[in-house]
């Protein structure tokens, strides 16, 4: 029996040595963390990372994620399953962990900036997810700002007609920009918490995965930015916060200020990412990889369709670059830069043949093969692009080093700075 604490020592009887066979609640249940309990024997020497991996060891990605396969076996068969019974086994869809975050996200997802809420009606819209879950995606990105809310609207409302259940996906949206209102954009405090209230409203869901914050904003200081998502991640409105289109030093210090006051440092960053524009990926964000564990989730794997080839000869009606405000996509594809790069996309067409696949569906594999990439967002508005896309995680599997090869020599380059396609 425990007995309460009276003065300097605990009640109740024991063996205590030293102290008249009396102990603290505290050291009973090792709670002191101030005194350090005495051991007898040699030191035991323990090794350095989590299952003794080593973190600084090149192959503990690899061994990571052997060792998780073999612990995720073990576990089925003492509950008399097996890996059939896994989404991953049905649908052969590949899943990545969100940097260190443990989160299972599939190395594709389905993206709604345009075209969901937009382009597309919501019978379409429908279609494309159901296609998309029952494929194995579990990953949907929105943003507030997405046709005026109408995308959040229009995937909460799909969600809840199928009634799937709310842990077997994940949504991310984006904060920014809501309204034309001072109050209704930015990243104060006040627009942080009421946007994602908004969005959580159209979304119809009680959480978001993961929320982004849509580019940094410069009239305020960092360390209020991080305690504002803190705070909801903290109430569990949000159950990890990252950024959009952040450079490194901004992401390092976001996340330096969480280590300081103990608060939820991000765990993901959104960017572009496609054989055209690498720099960000593949040139400014491995060291946070490394030091931190920064997850990536990239978008427009096709260049707002250029990679299709469907800009070669015209604009096509109804296609993203005839749309009102998108300009600056037609101005691109018409300049020189657009024009080089439609001819080292004939140039590649050899290479997709080769592979027994399409253009878009090397292009998407190309961006895979980058293990630092968490997921790729996919921009489709129908099914059968939706299938066409899907099959680059077939073409993942049988990409291999002298294709890579292949293809950077015909790029020419291999960290090239290109423009950012999202306006």
Not at 98 to 106: A, M, N, V
Not at 114 to 141: H, M, P, R, W
Not at 184 to 199: A, D, F, T, V, Y
Request: aromatic residues 6%; contains cysteine; hydrophobic residues 35%.
């Amino acid at each position: 029996m425990v007995g309460s604490r009276s003065g300097r020592d605990g009640g109740g009887g024991g063996g205590g040595s030293g102290r008249g066979g009396k102990f603290s609640v505290e050291e009973l249940y090792g709670l002191n963390n101030n005194k350090k309990p005495k051991c007898t024997g040699p030191p035991v020497k323990l090794p350095k990372g989590r299952g003794g991996l080593r973190e600084d060891d090149p192959l503990s990605e690899g061994a990571r994620a052997a060792l998780h396969q073999q612990q995720l076996e073990m576990f089925l068969q003492e509950c008399h399953l097996s890996l059939d019974n896994t989404v991953a086994q049905q649908t052969g869809m590949v899943y990545r962990n969100l940097g260190k975050t443990g989160l299972r996200i599939s190395c594709v997802g389905i993206g709604t900036w345009v075209t969901i809420g937009s382009q597309i009606s919501e019978k379409v819209a429908e279609e494309i997810l159901t296609t998309a879950y029952e494929s194995g995606v579990n990953l949907f990105d929105t943003a507030e700002t997405y046709s005026g809310g109408r995308a959040e609207v229009t995937l909460g409302n799909i969600i809840k007609k199928k009634g799937w259940r709310r842990s077997s996906f994940v949504i991310s949206t984006k904060l920014y920009w809501a309204g034309p209102a001072e109050t209704e954009r930015g990243l104060s405090r006040k627009h942080i918490i009421e946007g994602l209230r908004g969005s959580l409203e159209r979304l119809q869901l009680q959480y978001v995965d993961i929320l982004l914050l849509n580019r940094p904003d410069v009239n305020l200081a960092l360390d209020k930015v991080v305690r504002s998502a803190s705070f909801l991640v903290s109430r569990g409105e949000a159950m990890y916060w990252g950024t959009s289109r952040w450079s490194p030093a901004e992401i390092m210090e976001a996340f330096s200020i969480a280590r300081q006051f103990n608060l939820s440092p991000p765990s993901c960053e959104q960017t572009d990412y496609h054989l055209f524009q690498r720099s960000h990926v593949e040139g400014q964000l491995p060291e946070l990889y490394h030091k931190i564990g920064l997850g990536t989730v990239t978008c427009s794997p096709l260049a707002c369709g250029l990679i299709t080839g469907k800009y070669e000869n015209c604009i096509p009606e109804h296609s993203r670059a005839s749309l009102q405000g998108f300009e600056w996509l037609r101005d691109k594809l018409s300049s020189e830069e657009g024009q080089s790069q439609q001819a080292r996309l004939r140039e590649l067409q050899p290479v997709a043949e080769q592979m027994s696949c399409t253009l878009p569906q090397l292009a998407i594999a190309w961006c895979l093969r980058n293990d630092w990439v968490s997921s790729a967002l996919l921009g489709v508005s129908d099914t059968a692009q939706l299938r066409e896309n899907l099959g680059a995680v077939q073409v993942l599997q049988r990409l291999t080093p002298q294709i890579i090869g292949q293809i950077d020599t015909i790029l020419g380059n291999r960290n090239g700075d290109r423009t950012d396609s999202r306006a």
